[in-house]
């Protein structure tokens, strides 16, 4: 590899401030270090997370950095220690790691790890160390990924190892959107035969959370949204039934339970709207009901009546879908090839890398479930 043990200089779309356009820039990506894999990134999506980081969040400790963290790539090289990569191998870099080794990655109870950027940095959404350069100044690499970018340098315990055959221009959705979703209501809820379930949200973590209800053989499955635009892809990903709560005078957990003879059995917020995580756990049925917050936010505290819990609900969260991410993200592209998972249905526009702002756009206002963008050619 003429690059290996180099910096590579490339293009990149830095966010130096929150809320405003991401710019195309040359950057610097140094080589790996000890642990890390060097990407070059051939295909990106953008997940509603970078748009919290950029517009929501806006924590400015957390700036200039690199978004991006659905991706899909190959090898470019590897740093000292590495042995599980090689240049040429086709990856899927993640935002949680799963090195095998700590606590929580030798329990089969979770999917947590306490290697990576998360112990260090929610609160900007990244860790404080960076591969990045750009004008002289470091760009961070949020979640520890920074995909708007053609190369990228990652942790090896955050880089899952796929299929040579998969497509990268659609796999990289599995790297977030579609394993959240899928996962949180396969593995969290465990969504059981029978079973009457409701989605909140519907961009491509909840459409995911839909077909593992219907994977799951949910009987009915309820898809909640303000933006009616999004019922017909529903349809597709298995919905049933289809709820815009602008639609009732009343709250939308009294319209469910009306519908439904005291409340569904499994709800999962795919917004990371605290107001919406309370109905969705005021929507499931006493007694069994379980609910899983899947959106993200950590800017709000939520709430609800204990009486709820007492009751016998259950409120729990998931975190990319409770997978192990090293082996559960290539056994879902695996899935894909086999014909077993949609994949191709989430992807509504197909854009380049210098688009990324149209991108971004087009989620802000609801207009696309994933845009696809080709970074570096394979
Ligand atoms: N837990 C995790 O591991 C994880 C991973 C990826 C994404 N996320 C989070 O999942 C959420 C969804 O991500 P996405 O990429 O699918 O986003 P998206 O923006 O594409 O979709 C969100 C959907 O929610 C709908 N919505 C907004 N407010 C609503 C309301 N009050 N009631 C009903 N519907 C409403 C929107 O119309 C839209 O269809 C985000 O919060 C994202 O940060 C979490
Ligand atoms: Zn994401
Ligand atoms: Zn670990």
């Known amino acids: 590899m003429a690059t ?89 870099p993640l935002c949680i790691s799963n090195c095998r080794e700590c606590r929580f990655c030798k329990s089969p109870k979770t999917n947590q790890c306490d290697r990576g950027w998360a112990s260090l940095g929610y609160d900007i959404m990244a860790g404080p160390d960076s591969r990045f350069t750009c004008k002289g100044k470091k760009v961070l690499q949020v979640m520890g990924n920074g995909t708007f970018s053609q190369y990228t340098v990652v942790d090896q315990a955050a880089v899952a190892k796929i299929d040579p055959s998969a497509p990268l221009d659609k796999v990289c959705l599995i790297g977030c959107g579609i394993c959240t979703g899928y996962g949180a209501a396969v593995n969290t809820a465990k969504v059981e035969p029978g079973s009457t379930c409701a989605v909140f949200g519907l961009g491509a973590v909840g459409l995911a959370a839909v077909m593992g209800c219907k994977a799951a053989g949910a009987k009915k499955i309820f898809a909640v949204d303000i933006n009616p635009e999004k019922f017909e892809k529903a349809k597709v990903f298995g919905a049933t039934d289809f709820v815009n709560p602008k639609d009732y005078d009343k709250p939308i957990s009294q319209v469910l339970a009306e519908m439904t003879n005291g409340g569904v059995d499994y709800s999962l917020e795919c917004i990371g709207n605290v107001e919406v995580m309370r109905s969705a756990l005021e929507s499931c049925v006493k007694g069994w009901g379980v609910s899983v917050l899947v959106g993200w936010t950590d800017l709000h505290d939520f709430a609800a009546r204990p009486i709820q819990l007492i009751a016998g609900r259950t409120w729990k969260g998931s975190d990319l879908g409770g997978y192990k991410v090293k082996d559960g993200v290539p056994e879902l592209v695996k899935a894909y090839l086999d014909k077993k998972l949609k994949v191709d249905e989430f992807i509504t526009h197909n854009m380049t890398l210098d688009q990324v702002n149209d991108a971004i756009e087009l989620m802000k206002h609801g207009k696309c479930i994933r845009t696809v963008l080709s970074v570096s050619p394979q």
């Open 4 to 92: 290996a043990g180099k910096v590579i200089k490339c293009k990149a779309a830095v966010a130096w401030e929150p809320n405003k356009p991401l710019v195309i820039e040359d950057v610097e990506v140094a080589p790996p270090q000890a642990n890390e894999v060097r990407i070059k990134i051939v295909a990106t999506s953008v997940c509603h997370t970078d748009l919290y980081q950029l517009f929501e969040c806006k924590n400015k400790d957390g700036f200039p950095i690199i978004l991006g963290h659905e991706a899909a790539g190959i090898v470019e090289s590897v740093g000292p220690g590495v042995t599980e990569f090689q240049p040429g191998d086709k990856v899927i």
